[in-house]
């Protein structure tokens, strides 16, 4: 399984950007889609995710970004609106995939930066 993502930039404070993620391979179902972002010096943290067709967020970025999903495609998305300096960081998808009926793992995109100055 891979997964590959798409999207980040450089913008300045209070835009917007994109992120999309898609994965592909051996893939019998997904149970978890989400995005988790890195700062310099800083431990990854999860932004967002869906379970069950349930979005969660981080409180940092609560009503600010929106997560959704496009099962058939096995996609997740993620749109970040109001975008502030510290949101500058490294996001990485990441899914738990099963590859049959009774085996899954965990799969990491490999990450694309954001920056937010101006």
């Known amino acids: 399984v891979q997964l590959q993502a798409y999207g980040g930039g450089s913008v300045q404070p209070g835009g917007s950007l994109n992120l999309s993620c898609a994965a592909s391979?051996?893939?019998?179902?997904?149970?978890?889609m989400g995005w988790y972002r890195q700062a310099p010096r800083k431990q990854r943290e999860m932004v967002a995710g869906?379970?069950?067709?349930?979005?969660y967020y981080a409180d940092a970025v609560q009503g600010r970004f929106r997560v959704s999903s496009d099962n058939p495609k096995n996609a997740v998305f993620l749109q970040m609106n109001t975008l502030k300096p510290e949101d500058t960081a490294v996001y990485y998808c990441?899914?738990?995939?099963?590859?049959?009926?009774?085996?899954?793992?965990?799969?990491w995109g490999k990450g694309t930066q954001v920056t937010v100055s101006s």
């Open positions: 990441r899914m738990v995939v099963a590859s049959d009926s009774t085996n899954n793992g965990v799969y």
């Open positions: 391979g051996s893939i019998y179902s997904i149970g978890v």
């Open positions: 869906i379970i069950d067709g349930s979005p």
